[in-house]
């Protein structure tokens, strides 16, 4: 809080980040899909990360959301790269979007698979700076589906201080996560605002997202020792 004792927009990012990151890991057996959302990090390893939580379960899904317009994502293509960081999965069990433009259009399209597959609970795998985001717009999406399912963040670990991501406009690795956390907060607060249309914005509210989170706890598929 603010020395008035208001809440500020910050402190109630830092709330929420505290309040996600606090989820821990779900029991990974029981989760029915895993979905790889690409973005500006690394692509491999948000795809390894996805792949590697599924060596345990042959009936899961996985989502592999779209990358923006200078990228593009096959089915092939995506079976190649699981193939090359060690790990071989059905094509069957393979979902993959191909080109997506921004976070709103991926979650929409995840959201979309979760509705037509009948998925019922999932682990996000997002580069972690842009984790809380990712998951807030993709809550959305879900929201306006009318669906809630368990959705367990699980951030794509960078050295926050290499330059690790990729500027698109020169496509070359030349930001460090330490030097974007203010962009993202920016974003989150100019997309939880509602639309000059009057409909929501294409984060989930902060005060939705405590509710969501408030839920998520009372659920099984948390590891048995977060409290209820």
Not at 64 to 69: K, L, T
Not at 74 to 101: F, H, P
Not at 161 to 174: G, M, P
């Amino acid at each position: 809080m603010s020395h008035t004792g208001q809440m500020t927009a910050e402190s109630e990012y830092f709330k929420l980040a505290t309040l996600m990151g606090g989820i821990g890991v779900a029991r990974q057996e029981d989760v029915r899909a895993v979905i790889a959302m690409p973005g500006i990090g690394n692509n491999n390893r948000t795809l390894e990360g996805a792949t590697s939580a599924m060596w345990n379960n042959d009936d899961q899904l996985l989502l592999v959301a779209g990358y923006h317009v200078k990228g593009k994502f096959s089915l092939n293509g995506t079976l190649d790269m699981i193939y090359d960081v060690g790990y071989d999965i059905d094509s069957e069990r393979v979902r993959v979007q191909g080109t997506a433009k921004h976070t709103g259009e991926q979650a929409v399209w995840v959201a979309q698979q979760v509705e037509e597959l009948g998925i019922e609970s999932a682990l996000l795998h997002v580069s972690d700076f842009h984790l809380l985001r990712n998951w807030l717009t993709t809550l959305e999406a879900l929201r306006r589906r009318n669906i809630r399912i368990p959705l367990v963040p699980v951030p794509v670990k960078h050295n926050p201080f290499r330059k690790e991501i990729l500027d698109v406009s020169t496509n070359r690795r030349t930001l460090r996560v330490v030097d974007v956390i203010d962009a993202e907060i920016a974003r989150i607060r100019a997309y939880q605002n509602p639309k000059e249309d009057g409909s929501p914005g294409d984060c989930l509210t902060t005060d939705r997202a405590i509710n969501y989170l408030e839920w998520l706890w009372q659920q099984d598929i948390l590891p048995l020792n977060n409290p209820k």
